[in-house]
Protein backbone atom coordinates (compact mmCIF):
# COMPACT_ATOMS: atom_id res chain seq x y z
CA UNK A 1 0.00 0.00 0.00
CA UNK A 2 2.65 2.55 1.19
CA UNK A 3 4.94 1.47 -2.00
CA UNK A 4 2.19 2.40 -4.57
CA UNK A 5 1.80 5.77 -2.27
CA UNK A 6 5.35 6.10 -3.19
CA UNK A 7 5.41 5.28 -6.63
CA UNK A 8 2.07 7.26 -7.02
CA UNK A 9 3.35 10.84 -5.55
CA UNK A 10 7.30 10.12 -7.03
CA UNK A 11 5.16 10.34 -10.47
CA UNK A 12 3.56 12.96 -10.06
CA UNK A 13 7.01 14.96 -9.00
CA UNK A 14 8.50 13.32 -12.28
CA UNK A 15 5.47 15.26 -14.27
CA UNK A 16 6.24 18.53 -12.92
CA UNK A 17 10.29 17.89 -12.99
CA UNK A 18 11.85 14.54 -14.10
CA UNK A 19 15.07 14.73 -12.43
CA UNK A 20 14.18 16.01 -8.84
CA UNK A 21 12.65 12.77 -7.82
CA UNK A 22 15.02 10.42 -10.07
CA UNK A 23 17.76 11.86 -8.14
CA UNK A 24 15.87 11.77 -4.78
CA UNK A 25 15.12 7.93 -5.34
CA UNK A 26 18.78 7.21 -6.52
CA UNK A 27 19.99 9.37 -3.99
CA UNK A 28 18.70 7.73 -1.03
CA UNK A 29 19.23 4.22 -2.41
CA UNK A 30 23.06 4.66 -2.71
CA UNK A 31 23.88 6.47 0.93
CA UNK A 32 20.87 5.32 2.55
CA UNK A 33 18.58 2.58 3.72
CA UNK A 34 15.60 4.45 3.01
CA UNK A 35 15.12 3.06 0.00
CA UNK A 36 16.88 -0.36 -1.54
CA UNK A 37 16.18 -0.75 -4.73
CA UNK A 38 16.27 -4.39 -6.59
CA UNK A 39 18.89 -5.38 -8.70
CA UNK A 40 17.25 -4.48 -12.04
CA UNK A 41 17.18 -1.02 -10.86
CA UNK A 42 20.17 -0.53 -9.19
CA UNK A 43 21.62 1.27 -11.71
CA UNK A 44 19.44 4.09 -10.76
CA UNK A 45 21.95 5.30 -7.86
CA UNK A 46 25.06 4.92 -10.35
CA UNK A 47 27.19 7.32 -10.29
CA UNK A 48 27.03 8.05 -13.98
CA UNK A 49 23.19 8.13 -13.89
CA UNK A 50 23.71 10.66 -11.04
CA UNK A 51 25.84 12.61 -12.84
CA UNK A 52 23.84 12.98 -16.04
CA UNK A 53 20.63 12.95 -13.59
CA UNK A 54 21.98 16.43 -12.12
CA UNK A 55 23.19 17.65 -15.32
CA UNK A 56 19.81 17.20 -16.79
CA UNK A 57 18.55 18.91 -13.59
CA UNK A 58 20.82 21.87 -13.95
CA UNK A 59 19.43 22.38 -17.74
CA UNK A 60 16.07 21.75 -16.39
CA UNK A 61 16.28 24.75 -14.06
CA UNK A 62 17.86 26.89 -16.48
CA UNK A 63 15.74 26.48 -19.57
CA UNK A 64 12.24 25.87 -17.51
CA UNK A 65 12.43 29.96 -16.56
CA UNK A 66 12.91 31.31 -19.73
CA UNK A 67 9.39 32.06 -21.54
CA UNK A 68 9.20 30.19 -24.72
CA UNK A 69 12.27 28.08 -24.09
CA UNK A 70 9.92 26.61 -21.39
CA UNK A 71 7.36 25.27 -24.24
CA UNK A 72 9.75 24.13 -25.83
CA UNK A 73 11.48 22.23 -23.05
CA UNK A 74 8.21 20.84 -22.37
CA UNK A 75 7.84 19.31 -25.92
CA UNK A 76 10.99 17.36 -24.76
CA UNK A 77 9.01 16.46 -21.58
CA UNK A 78 6.49 14.95 -23.37
CA UNK A 79 8.89 11.88 -23.48
CA UNK A 80 11.23 12.41 -20.50
CA UNK A 81 8.31 13.09 -17.62
CA UNK A 82 6.16 9.96 -18.16
CA UNK A 83 9.45 8.24 -19.01
CA UNK A 84 10.76 8.68 -15.44
CA UNK A 85 7.88 8.81 -13.27
CA UNK A 86 7.35 5.05 -15.36
CA UNK A 87 10.67 3.96 -14.03
CA UNK A 88 10.53 5.49 -10.64
CA UNK A 89 6.99 4.01 -9.72
CA UNK A 90 8.86 0.49 -11.30
CA UNK A 91 11.40 0.97 -9.01
CA UNK A 92 10.25 1.80 -5.88
CA UNK A 93 7.31 -0.22 -6.02
CA UNK A 94 9.17 -3.02 -5.95
CA UNK A 95 11.54 -1.80 -3.53
CA UNK A 96 11.56 -4.58 -0.43
CA UNK A 97 11.95 -1.77 1.76
CA UNK A 98 9.21 0.04 1.06
CA UNK A 99 6.78 -2.77 0.52
CA UNK A 100 6.43 -6.49 1.23
CA UNK A 101 4.08 -6.97 -1.20
CA UNK A 102 5.57 -10.19 -3.87
CA UNK A 103 2.92 -8.60 -6.23
CA UNK A 104 4.53 -5.82 -6.70
CA UNK A 105 7.60 -6.86 -6.97
CA UNK A 106 6.70 -9.62 -9.93
CA UNK A 107 4.91 -7.05 -11.88
CA UNK A 108 6.59 -4.08 -12.64
CA UNK A 109 4.93 -3.52 -15.55
CA UNK A 110 2.01 -2.47 -13.49
CA UNK A 111 3.80 0.03 -11.84
CA UNK A 112 5.93 1.29 -14.86
CA UNK A 113 2.60 2.01 -16.91
CA UNK A 114 0.53 3.49 -13.31
CA UNK A 115 3.88 5.74 -13.57
CA UNK A 116 3.72 6.47 -16.88
CA UNK A 117 0.15 7.46 -17.05
CA UNK A 118 0.20 9.78 -13.26
CA UNK A 119 3.44 11.34 -15.12
CA UNK A 120 1.71 11.93 -18.21
CA UNK A 121 -1.36 13.27 -16.64
CA UNK A 122 0.65 15.63 -14.52
CA UNK A 123 2.79 16.80 -17.34
CA UNK A 124 0.02 17.48 -19.33
CA UNK A 125 -1.39 20.09 -16.92
CA UNK A 126 1.84 21.86 -17.04
CA UNK A 127 2.52 22.35 -20.42
CA UNK A 128 -1.34 23.04 -20.86
CA UNK A 129 -0.94 25.75 -18.20
CA UNK A 130 2.28 26.97 -18.98
CA UNK A 131 1.40 28.93 -22.53
CA UNK A 132 -1.35 30.70 -20.60
CA UNK A 133 0.67 31.98 -17.87
CA UNK A 134 3.37 33.27 -20.22
CA UNK A 135 0.66 34.73 -22.54
CA UNK A 136 -1.19 35.84 -19.34
CA UNK A 137 2.00 37.76 -17.85
CA UNK A 138 3.86 38.55 -21.02
CA UNK A 139 6.52 36.10 -19.53
CA UNK A 140 6.54 37.10 -16.23
CA UNK A 141 5.33 34.36 -14.79
CA UNK A 142 7.77 31.71 -16.57
CA UNK A 143 10.48 32.38 -13.84
CA UNK A 144 7.80 32.39 -11.15
CA UNK A 145 5.51 29.47 -11.75
CA UNK A 146 8.92 27.19 -12.85
CA UNK A 147 10.22 28.02 -9.67
CA UNK A 148 6.96 27.04 -8.01
CA UNK A 149 6.95 24.15 -9.74
CA UNK A 150 10.45 23.18 -9.12
CA UNK A 151 9.42 23.56 -5.07
CA UNK A 152 6.28 21.20 -5.18
CA UNK A 153 8.29 18.74 -7.42
CA UNK A 154 11.27 18.02 -4.23
CA UNK A 155 8.33 18.25 -1.70
CA UNK A 156 5.94 15.78 -3.78
CA UNK A 157 9.23 13.77 -3.63
CA UNK A 158 9.87 13.98 0.11
CA UNK A 159 6.36 13.05 0.81
CA UNK A 160 6.29 10.28 -0.93
CA UNK A 161 9.21 8.93 0.24
CA UNK A 162 8.95 9.81 3.95
CA UNK A 163 5.12 10.47 4.46
CA UNK A 164 3.57 8.40 1.31
CA UNK A 165 -0.47 8.63 3.56
CA UNK A 166 0.35 12.48 2.08
CA UNK A 167 0.59 11.52 -1.27
CA UNK A 168 -3.31 11.54 -2.06
CA UNK A 169 -3.93 15.00 -0.30
CA UNK A 170 -0.23 16.16 -2.46
CA UNK A 171 -2.22 15.00 -5.89
CA UNK A 172 -5.58 16.72 -4.93
CA UNK A 173 -3.82 20.03 -3.82
CA UNK A 174 -1.38 19.80 -6.88
CA UNK A 175 -4.58 18.89 -9.69
CA UNK A 176 -5.80 22.27 -7.95
CA UNK A 177 -3.34 24.72 -8.01
CA UNK A 178 -2.54 23.28 -11.77
CA UNK A 179 -6.51 24.21 -13.12
CA UNK A 180 -6.77 27.05 -10.92
CA UNK A 181 -3.40 28.61 -12.74
CA UNK A 182 -4.61 27.74 -16.44
CA UNK A 183 -7.94 28.82 -15.68
CA UNK A 184 -6.62 32.84 -13.81
CA UNK A 185 -4.09 32.95 -16.89
CA UNK A 186 -6.56 32.26 -19.21
CA UNK A 187 -8.76 34.83 -17.51
CA UNK A 188 -6.08 37.46 -17.74
CA UNK A 189 -5.07 36.56 -21.50
CA UNK A 190 -8.68 36.94 -22.15
CA UNK A 191 -9.42 40.48 -20.88
CA UNK A 192 -5.65 41.79 -22.32
CA UNK A 193 -6.23 40.86 -25.42
CA UNK A 194 -9.60 42.36 -25.23
CA UNK A 195 -8.11 45.41 -24.38
CA UNK A 196 -5.97 45.38 -26.98
CA UNK A 197 -8.43 45.31 -29.48
CA UNK A 198 -10.17 47.82 -28.08
CA UNK A 199 -7.39 50.23 -28.29
Given amino acids: MFAVLTGAGLSAAAGLNAYIPFLMVGLLSRFTDVITLPGGWQWIESWWALGIGTLLLISELVLDKIPVVDSINDVAGTVIRPATGGIIAAATQSASALDHSS ?89 RRDAEHAT
Avoid: C
Fill in 103 to 191: FLQDHEWIAFIGGLVVAGVVHVGKSTARPAINLGSAGFGAPIVSTAEDVSSLGLSLIAVFVPILVVVALIVLAWVLWKYARRMRSFARR
